[in-house]
């Protein structure tokens, strides 16, 4: 598997999400299962595991944790916190303390001495991000993460932070269907040396061209409520999947495969983390790694898809609808 950087953490070029084993696309797999499909991903050259306290209320943090404990300094762990509240006045004693203690329980459940990657999962703004950077950065003094990121923050919201305490990575929706960040995120974290790292870059699936009109979603499936899904979007974003399985035929590769190695080529510091539950989705997912597009092929997707209007979207809004999403927070008590 090549490698990547963001910024000071080598990453396999493509990462593997781990949110779906535990939630977020209707029924899981069992423990045993889970554990396999992780483990499965390590031993076909993926070194970087992507979770969050807020996955399944803690259990998909446990289930990164046992599953690569035999192999923990050989791979990067990011996960991820969020802050409900403003913290007592909004002092940094009170914001350090909240803070820490989200570390603290995220580093039991994944059992482990450090976290490589720690992001704000979104920013709250009741808390300046002044002040989240300045905490990230005594917990990097302290040696109890090696990096921080944030996740869906806007282009002014990411230099105010790094400014304080430099960012490693951003993670944020990014994909051939989701492109809004190329205006202005991923030229800043090109400019500052930040790493960009796409969730959803197959959009929840979409692209990989395996779904129909007659799909059904049940239990908290976050496609019963993106808009991408609905039967009639589906039907007008064809063109779209055309476009790619035409590529993909060309080149002897998946549609899922052209939409990562398109991400891939656009730029060195981009790591895509998509997700699965099966070892052959998996494997091809990784493969993309493999699939290089040359600099005509890439210019003749962007040409083409400047051309196709995209029909429906995901948003948080939407995804707080299903009710399971409402009720799975974590909560820290700071004594």
């Keep these: 598997m090549k490698t990547r950087k963001l910024r000071n953490l080598e990453v396999s070029s493509v990462g593997y999400g781990c949110m779906g084993l535990s939630h977020g696309y ?15 991903a390590y031993e076909q050259g993926c070194t970087f595991f992507d979770t969050a306290e807020g996955y399944g209320a803690g259990h998909n ?12 300094p050989d791979v990067v762990l990011a996960t991820k916190l969020k802050i409900e509240a403003t913290p007592g006045t909004g002092q940094h004693t009170g914001l350090m303390r909240e803070i820490e203690a989200h570390v603290e ?12 990657l720690y992001y704000l999962h979104r920013v709250n703004p009741d808390i300046p991000v002044e002040d989240v950077a300045e905490c990230m950065g005594e917990l990097i003094r ?18 105010r932070a790094h400014a304080v305490t430099p960012l490693s990575a951003v993670q944020s929706e990014y994909s051939i269907m989701e492109r809004m960040f190329e205006k202005d995120v991923i030229p800043a974290c090109e400019e500052l040396g930040i790493g960009f790292v796409p969730f959803s870059p197959l959009a929840s699936g979409f692209l990989s061209g395996k779904y129909t009109t007659e799909a059904r979603y049940v239990g908290d499936d976050v496609r019963r409520v993106i808009t991408r899904f609905t039967q009639e979007n589906m039907r007008l974003n064809q063109p779209l999947l055309d476009l790619i399985r035409g590529f993909a035929q060309a ?14 080529h656009k730029k060195e510091f981009i790591v895509p983390i998509p997700g699965s539950r099966s070892p052959e989705r998996i494997a091809e997912n990784l493969g993309a790694a493999d699939v290089a597009l040359t600099d005509d092929e890439f210019r003749r997707i962007e040409t083409e898809l400047a051309q196709i209007e995209i ?10 609808k299903l009710p399971y999403f409402r009720k799975t927070t974590i909560n820290i008590t700071v004594q």
């Design 26 to 40: 209707g029924p899981v797999p069992d423990q045993a299962e889970a554990i396999r499909l992780i483990r499965n």
């Design 61 to 72: 943090e446990r289930l990164v944790g046992e599953a690569l404990a035999p192999v923990r």
């Design 105 to 116: 329980a995220s580093l039991r459940r994944l059992g482990t001495e450090y976290i490589d």
């Design 142 to 159: 302290k040696g109890k993460i090696l990096a921080w990121g944030q996740s869906q923050s806007t282009e002014d919201e990411i230099r």
């Design 251 to 264: 080149k002897g590769a998946t549609p899922a495969q052209i939409s990562l190695a398109w991400m891939l």
């Design 311 to 320: 029909h429906g979207n995901r948003t948080d809004a939407d995804i707080a």
